[in-house]
């Protein structure tokens, strides 16, 4: 029985921290607050400094090489992820943490370091699943001063004096809270941690959790969220991800697959909206993401969007976006609020982009969708104890911006011979429709788990109503084994096969491989769609084929101001775990990878106008503010011993 998404009215009034309204530019226009931007996660500045004409006379205005870099150095076998954050700049100071969850203050124009904070959460240990990353901070006032809040790897929230950079005596324990007190199954820096920013609505902290996504047995972690007061750290509320008996949604967790079930959590970044005291919250998977045989039923609130009252931790309303997932397709972003006109009327919306190329748009106030999203059949599982859901919601609008399927026609036709050797490829697995299961043989998924959009999001231009999506397209194999009895007590888990092979170096499916999708949220249509990245036209099987862009396969994470869009393109890539020849001839010379690269894009036409090759890997969004009259555009780059800010302004 599907669950009622409309639930509680009547809305708290509170504290206001920040003064900024959720759906509108920073507080400051000249100011990037918030991981985001804002805490409408629109990631837009109203900035137009830098323009079309002008965005060539871009230089490096400075660099500021990060602390993990002599951590490396002196200790080699500690190994940071991807520098993944998105910098703040609030009162003329610019705020980051690394990889390793150092904290830095810089100044804005120089890049001159000011203080650094290490927690020494690194020392504790590599956290499960993601590792030594970090996707942001959330900055807020308490009265006259201001703090930096941080989710470490060692599952603690810290609050930092953003004057000094040193631990806020009056928080919780010396400045900090443990917020792995109470979780059953949880190990410290092993199966649970903290990745992405907190978020701050009406004086109340909300912090999300990274679960390891490997699980060895059904009961795992489960990713409840808490929420915290912002001058003390004393704990207001708590809300199941798994509804408990006599809860909301306990119904659709048939047996006592609730008591045990874990994961369910919000790993990635989330939104708020001040002025109606929401806090929208993407849940993600349920333990395990490919077999639900523990877990029969819907499982709410599981890959579900959910709106809280940030005060009392209340759900006010929610939507499931897959039944019983076994794909692993939970939100993987922010969502996004933006006001909008739809029809002539006014509507404060909330757009959640997805893993399967669609785009969940909906009153943020009430959970009504803007457009019908209609239940559709799907195909039915056919491994032992699953029993997926035998419907699935599909929006009508907007139109998916990736591929969600592969058949015949989806397959890489440039030669003949290519697209037999791809049909004999695909053939070696099972392939359907959008959400067809996972098999023992193996199902060829489009989207796979790691395509679509994912964690770099997308951008929002509020005087458009115009959405920004970066998305790959990487198909992925679901393939499950019988695990050792030794080791857990799962019947099910993904193994064996679990990437397609190249075919002589090109992908079984047709470009492009990345893109850039802009889609007008007014209207629920697609305006223009740009490939990520030039990807293999230089193949010696298609450079006489004079091709277009095809897309890198590189992940897109965007910034959109008032004058131009600009995409970091770093993370990912053509890669595969074989590759297969065509016929009987041998594999060609492999193809140098494509370099990272930052990109702008003109906002109405997608026509790319500028690029540059930073020294290291872009894989987070990029963001703006105005300093003593110069716009400069700062990204994140590098990992390991050569991660670095990097600072673009125009040449005087």
Do not use: C
């Given at each position: 029985?599907?669950?009622?998404?409309?639930?509680?009215?009547?809305?708290?009034?509170?504290?206001?921290?920040?003064?900024?309204?959720?759906?509108?530019?920073?507080?400051?226009?000249?100011?990037w607050t918030h991981y985001a931007g804002t805490a409408s996660s629109q990631k837009y500045s109203p900035l137009a400094q830098i323009t079309a004409g002008n965005v060539a006379r871009l230089r490096v205005a400075w660099r500021w090489s990060s602390p993990d870099n002599?951590?490396?150095?002196?200790?080699?076998?500690?190994?940071?992820?991807?520098?993944?954050?998105?910098?703040?700049?609030?009162?003329?100071?610019?705020?980051?943490?690394?990889?390793?969850?150092?904290?830095?203050?810089?100044?804005?124009?120089?890049?001159?370091?000011?203080?650094?904070?290490?927690p020494e959460s690194w020392k504790t240990g590599r956290p499960g699943n993601l590792g030594f990353v970090h996707r942001g901070l959330a900055f807020a006032r308490v009265g006259d001063e201001a703090r930096l809040l941080l989710g470490t790897?060692?599952?603690?929230?810290?609050?930092?004096?953003?004057?000094?950079?040193?631990?806020?005596?009056?928080?919780?324990?010396?400045?900090?809270?443990?917020?792995?007190?109470?979780?059953?199954?949880?190990?410290?820096?092993?199966?649970?941690?903290v990745s992405a920013a907190p978020v701050v609505c009406r004086g109340v902290i909300i912090v999300g959790a990274s679960i390891h996504d490997g699980p060895t047995h059904k009961e795992w972690p489960r990713g409840d969220v808490s929420g915290y007061d912002l001058r003390t750290g004393r704990k207001l509320w708590t809300r199941h991800a798994i509804p408990q008996r006599g809860e909301f949604g306990h119904d659709t967790w048939q047996g006592d697959a609730a008591s045990y079930t874990g994961s369910t959590n919000v790993w990635t970044n989330m939104s708020a909206d001040e002025d109606?005291?929401?806090?929208?919250?993407?849940?993600?998977?349920?333990?395990?993401?490919?077999?639900?045989?523990?877990?029969?039923?819907?499982?709410?609130?599981?890959?579900?969007?959910?709106?809280?009252?940030?005060?009392?931790?209340e759900r006010v309303w929610h939507f499931q976006m897959v039944h019983h997932g076994v794909w692993d397709y939970d939100p993987p972003a922010a969502p996004v609020l933006v006001d909008i006109r739809v029809d002539g009327r006014p509507v404060q919306a909330v757009a959640q982009v997805s893993k399967q190329g669609f785009t969940y748009?909906?009153?943020?106030?009430?959970?009504?969708?803007?457009?019908?999203?209609?239940?559709?059949?799907?195909?039915?599982?056919?491994?032992?104890?699953?029993?997926?859901?035998?419907?699935?919601?599909?929006?009508?609008?907007?139109?998916?911006?990736?591929?969600?399927?592969?058949?015949?026609?989806?397959?890489?036709?440039?030669?003949?011979?290519?697209?037999?050797?791809?049909?004999?490829?695909?053939?070696?697995?099972?392939?359907?429709?959008?959400?067809?299961?996972?098999?023992?043989?193996?199902?060829?998924?489009?989207?796979?788990?790691?395509?679509?959009?994912?964690?770099?999001?997308?951008?929002?231009?509020?005087?458009?109503?115009?959405?920004?999506?970066?998305?790959?397209?990487?198909?992925?194999?679901?393939?499950?084994?019988k695990p050792d009895p030794e080791t857990g007590n799962l019947l099910?888990?993904?193994?064996?096969?679990?990437?397609?092979?190249?075919?002589d170096g090109l992908p079984v499916v047709k470009p492009p491989y990345s893109r850039v999708t802009?889609?007008?949220?007014?209207?629920?249509?697609?305006?223009?769609?740009?490939?990520?990245?030039?990807?293999?036209?230089?193949?010696?099987?298609?450079?006489?084929?004079?091709?277009?862009?095809?897309?890198?396969?590189?992940?897109?994470?965007?910034?959109?101001?008032?004058?131009?869009?600009?995409?970091?393109?770093?993370?990912g890539g053509?890669?595969?775990?074989?590759?297969?020849?065509?016929?009987?001839?041998?594999?060609?010379?492999?193809?140098?990878?494509?370099?990272?690269?930052?990109?702008?894009?003109?906002?109405?036409?997608?026509?790319?106008?500028?690029?540059?090759?930073p020294s290291g890997r872009p894989v987070a969004s990029p963001m703006t503010y105005l300093h003593q009259g110069t716009q400069f555009l700062v990204v994140a780059t590098g990992l390991g011993a050569t991660a670095e800010l990097v600072a673009y302004a125009l040449d005087k």
């Open positions: 029985m599907r669950a009622p998404r409309l639930v509680l009215a009547g809305l708290l009034a509170g504290v206001v921290v920040l003064t900024a309204r959720a759906q509108g530019p920073p507080s400051s226009s000249t100011e002599a951590v490396v150095s002196a200790q080699p076998l500690v190994r940071p992820g991807m520098y993944q954050d998105t910098p703040l700049m609030v009162g003329g100071t610019l705020y980051t943490v690394t990889s390793l969850g150092q904290v830095a203050a810089l100044d804005p124009g120089t890049g001159q370091q000011r203080w650094v904070f290490d790897g060692d599952a603690y929230l810290l609050s930092i004096d953003a004057a000094t950079g040193r631990p806020d005596p009056r928080f919780g324990e010396s400045g900090r809270i443990d917020l792995m007190a109470g979780v059953a199954h949880a190990v410290r820096a092993t199966n649970y941690a109606l005291g929401l806090v929208y919250l993407p849940f993600g998977t349920a333990t395990n993401d490919f077999y639900g045989g523990h877990r029969p039923g819907d499982n709410l609130f599981a890959e579900s969007l959910v709106a809280l009252d940030a005060r009392t931790g748009v909906f009153d943020r106030t009430t959970g009504t969708p803007i457009w019908p999203i209609v239940e559709r059949p799907v195909p039915a599982s056919s491994v032992a104890g699953e029993r997926t859901s035998p419907t699935q919601p599909f929006p009508t609008r907007p139109p998916a911006f990736e591929r969600q399927s592969l058949t015949d026609d989806d397959l890489i036709d440039f030669t003949p011979e290519l697209r037999a050797q791809a049909k004999a490829v695909v053939g070696e697995f099972e392939r359907g429709p959008l959400f067809t299961p996972p098999s023992e043989r193996g199902t060829i998924a489009v989207p796979g788990w790691v395509g679509g959009a994912n964690w770099g999001g997308a951008a929002a231009d509020p005087e458009t109503g115009v959405l920004y999506v970066p998305s790959i397209t990487v198909p992925s194999v679901l393939q499950l084994v099910f888990r993904r193994g064996g096969i679990t990437t397609l092979p190249l075919i802009a889609i007008d949220l007014t209207r629920g249509e697609i305006r223009w769609m740009s490939p990520l990245g030039d990807g293999p036209r230089a193949h010696s099987r298609l450079a006489a084929l004079n091709l277009p862009p095809l897309g890198s396969g590189l992940r897109g994470a965007p910034l959109v101001t008032r004058s131009l869009l600009f995409v970091a393109m770093g993370q053509l890669g595969a775990v074989r590759q297969v020849p065509v016929g009987n001839e041998p594999l060609s010379a492999p193809l140098p990878p494509e370099p990272p690269s930052l990109v702008a894009f003109d906002k109405a036409t997608g026509a790319r106008v500028w690029d540059t090759v």
